[in-house]
């Protein structure tokens, strides 16, 4: 092959379509009924919204992950990491804030991050966010928490924890970064390359760090909770007694940090072991401090995203079911005998779509052997025989093709039969 796909990224053949169709039909229906509507923004966004959004320290801007291009006007462009900094962009820039109430938001579409690409990590993926913007009462992240677990349980998946931590605010973090520092002081010439760059960036990161060496001094470091400020407290408090109230279950890791800077109080990641190295499916918290940030009044606002390539995963591992086993067969192949016959074929075809039934034929062919061998490789539930007698007579033949079994009638009744089957 002359030309591949770029490394991390990947196709949707036809075959694998229905899948995404499939689980983004589920995904909105619930987001739609929650009340929150769909927005849309650029894939291409000026840069600096990315640096000052995600952070300095973040993982996004520390290890280079964003792809940018300087265009004509010699400005600083970037495919977009994320949703959220570019969501708060769209709520600021049509002034949302004026509407009177909060903004609930989704959005779903390609995200890009120059990664090392392995299995769940790619350079282009696909993510679906939500965000609630204008509220800081602990049920709004309660609501997404419980919404992110409703989305997954309607795609049949039961193995997954939802895991929560405070990072705390601005007030009380500090006071933590310190002792986080002091604790990692005579420990960090010990430590990797990363947590040596995040001892000097953003020391909370290193909780993060996966590396076993590291793990062990991590282990025993000071946890964040224990330096929460009274706010603080009491707003994470709130939240585990509701998650409580409603039966949520969830566990606290205290040493849940989030590789994006704008987080504030509750942080929340949800996991798979079933996914192997990337165990998290979903992802969120608040980021009380962005609006602000990015030019707006103090607004406070919380939210999450998932990626669909680990759902895939998921899916897979969990239902055993592959992208491919999500294929809808079309319901009719309509077998037209003889060239001259296939004006016929298409009206027929045409009513048949128009009745909603999923129907198709091969123009190439005009033979009944191969009709059937097309309509058996394309695993169409149905064939419909328009030959020359069919049509003079205007009585049609249906065959289930699973079973062998014939109908005949006008091409009312077939659809009649047809509609009764859906
Ligand atoms: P994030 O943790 O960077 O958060 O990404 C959220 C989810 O996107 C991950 O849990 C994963 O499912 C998926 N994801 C991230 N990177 C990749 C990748 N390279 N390949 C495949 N999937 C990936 C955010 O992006 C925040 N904007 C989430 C948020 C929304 N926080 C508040 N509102």
């Given at each position: 092959m002359e030309y591949s796909k770029l490394k991390g990224t990947y196709d949707i053949i036809p075959e694998e379509s229905d899948f995404f169709r499939n689980i983004k039909a589920k995904v909105e229906s619930i987001l739609n009924i929650s009340g929150y509507k769909k927005i849309e923004f650029p894939?291409?966004?000026?840069?600096e919204l990315f640096i000052r959004g995600a952070g300095e320290a973040s993982d996004i801007v520390v290890k280079k992950e964003m792809y940018t291009f300087e265009d004509r006007g010699h400005r600083m462009i970037a495919?977009?990491?994320?949703?959220t900094a570019s969501a708060v962009r769209l709520y600021l820039e049509n002034s949302l804030s004026m509407q009177g109430y909060s903004s609930r938001m989704y959005y779903c579409g390609p995200m890009f991050r120059a990664e090392n690409p392995q299995a769940g990590r790619y350079r282009q993926f696909t993510q679906y966010g939500v965000e609630y913007i204008g509220d800081e009462e602990p049920m709004v992240d309660v609501e997404l928490i419980q919404l992110n677990s409703q989305i997954f349980k309607a795609l049949g998946l039961k193995k997954y924890t939802i895991f929560i931590n405070s990072i705390g605010c601005r007030e009380c973090r500090p006071n933590y970064l310190f002792a986080l520092k002091k604790y990692f002081e005579d420990k960090i010439d010990k430590m990797c390359a990363d947590c040596k760059k995040r001892y000097g960036?953003?020391?909370?990161?290193?909780?993060?760090?996966?590396?076993e060496s590291c793990r062990a001094f991590i282990k025993n470091a000071p946890t964040g909770i224990d330096y929460l400020c009274e706010k603080c407290k009491e707003h994470f408090e709130s939240l585990k007694n509701y998650l409580n109230n409603l039966k949520i279950p969830y566990q606290i890791d205290p040493g849940l940090v989030r590789?994006?800077?704008?987080?504030?109080?509750t942080v929340f990641e949800i996991k798979s072991e079933l996914l192997g190295a990337q165990s998290t499916i979903s992802a969120g918290g608040r980021y009380d401090y962005l609006i602000k940030e990015l030019g707006g009044m103090e607004t406070p606002a919380s939210g999450f995203a998932f990626g669909m390539e680990r759902l895939a995963i998921l899916i897979e591992k969990?239902?055993?079911?592959?992208?491919?086993?999500?294929y809808i067969p079309p319901e009719v192949y309509v077998a037209y005998i003889g060239k001259e016959n296939l004006y016929n074929a298409l009206e027929i075809i045409n009513r048949l779509r128009e009745n909603g039934i999923t129907a198709v034929t091969e123009y190439k062919y005009s033979n009944l052997k191969k009709h059937l061998r097309t309509a058996d490789s394309m695993k169409a539930k149905f064939a419909l025989f328009a030959g020359e007698d069919e049509i003079k007579s205007g009585e049609y033949t249906l065959r289930n093709l699973s079973t062998g079994e014939q109908t005949t009638g006008t091409i009312e009744e077939i659809i009649k039969t047809l509609l009764s089957y859906a």
């Open positions: 894939v291409i966004e000026k840069a495919l977009r990491p994320e949703g960036t953003n020391v909370l990161r290193i909780l993060d760090c996966k590396e590789g994006l800077d704008y987080y504030n109080r969990e239902l055993g079911r592959a992208k491919k086993d999500f």
